[in-house]
Nanobody
């Protein structure tokens, strides 16, 4: 079974920075699109950033502040978050479309990591 494990969340002051990491493990043949989503209390989960083969996408609210990157050799991707605002407070989830060795293509989710930005 493919698993995604996130790390790097925490509490930070407004204007601060955090870097989230997500590591995929299991019977992986290849990792296609990877991304980060977030869900604030009382709100729907939303896409923050994603990388596919052809493009990189960001939510308008994080453009210029967040950067998504990946290290294919390590099955790892990152979300560098700078100039954090209180409205960035949410649980952040990593996500990936993974071609597995035995079970076709799966959409995998991490367990979530809390990011809290204090004013």
């Amino acid at each position: 079974q493919v698993q995604l494990v996130e790390s790097g969340g925490g509490l930070v002051q407004t204007g601060g920075s955090l870097r989230l990491s997500c590591v995929a493990s299991g019977p992986i043949f290849s990792i296609n699109t990877v991304g980060w989503y977030r869900q604030a209390p009382g709100k729907q989960r939303e896409l923050v950033a994603a990388i596919s083969v052809a493009r990189t996408d960001y939510a308008d609210s994080v453009k210029g502040r967040f950067t998504i990157s990946r290290d294919n050799a390590k099955n790892t991707w990152y979300l560098q978050m700078n100039s954090l605002k209180t409205e960035d407070t949410a649980v952040y989830y990593c996500n990936a479309e993974i071609s597995t060795l035995y079970s076709g293509t799966q959409i995998a989710w991490g367990q979530g990591t809390q990011v809290a930005v204090a004013s």
